[in-house]
């Protein structure tokens, strides 16, 4: 007597197999993300060269270098993520402007949240670039996020821009 | 991973990462390795040519962040670089001469040794090597898009936009995927 071919068996087979793959962590992996994590703090990113000017002359940073510090300057700020960096290098690679956009946290009061975020890139770019040559900062307020991060809804866009404040 | 970066959301990470924040590249690269990994050692032959292929995909995520506008998910993003990275890979496998060919009765044959092998360590890691058998069987297309829908979980649109088709078209290649499997595990006790 023949057995007869039961159809669904192979597709039953293979929704136990598909479960067992989904459950499985490659092997290896823990050695491969320490490797990748290496790697990626040893790699730059290309960006634009900034120049900028200390006691004894001018010299050239990255770009890169500039976000990462504007960042971590608004990252100190109440009620405020930096969501983009942008920033605009005239004649020479002197830096003409810097545009940052920002979330607010829900409830901060905007104004205030804004001209902190100001004051902080600032002085950021200030410490990385040296003394002013008249770098326009210009904070755009974007959008109204949670602490986490997440976005509870986008505002108009609003600017706080104008002269550099007396120091 | 970290417990501060466990519950902040994919496009949260990826914005920070973009900012030169390699802490949260380091969440990503926790959250979402393993599935690429899994994913291209099942497109790839071998697991150093899917760890080679999985670190050049986190480069290219690490120096393309800051131009990722968030079009599609993270998640959907990365895999769409790791089918690219894959694929390249296949590709240069005929130049060389070196493109393993796995006929259907080598697989079926290593399929039975597996199945009456007394010495398995267990039911579900024998099924899986089983799965992991038969995959070899599809074209890297049909294998791409079953591994992406029925292992990681994405919609049919975002297979669609990692494999660059459309959503009819990603139905038919895991139909016959799905023939495929089932038939060459139908035998499987």
Redesign the interface.
Known sequence: MTAIPDPSRGDQVLARATEALRRHTPTGWRVVRAHLLELVRRTHRPSVPVRGRHGRGEFVVSGGVLTTRVRQAVERTPAAEVTAVRCVTGADDHLALVTVETGVHHGAHIPTTAAAVRVAVTAAVRDVVGEDRGVRVHVHVVDVIDGAGGAVGAVGAGGVDGPQPPR | MDAERA???D??LA??A?????DA??GI??RH??SL??CA?NLLHG?DQ??DC??DV??AA??GL?SFRGDSSLRTWLFTLTRHAAFARLRRWPAAGSRPFIPVEEVQDRLRDLREDPERSSV??A??Q???LALQLLPPRQRTAWLLR??EGLSYEEVASVLGTTTTAVRGLLERS?TT??????D?R
């Open positions: 519950g902040v959301p496009d949260v914005r920070r973009a900012l030169g924040d390699r590249f380091a690269v926790e390795g393993p990994l899994r050692g697991p899917a760890e999985v670190q986190f480069l690490w120096r800051p579900e890691s099924l899986r089983a799965l992991e029925e292992v799905r499997l089932a038939t060459t595990l139908e499987w």
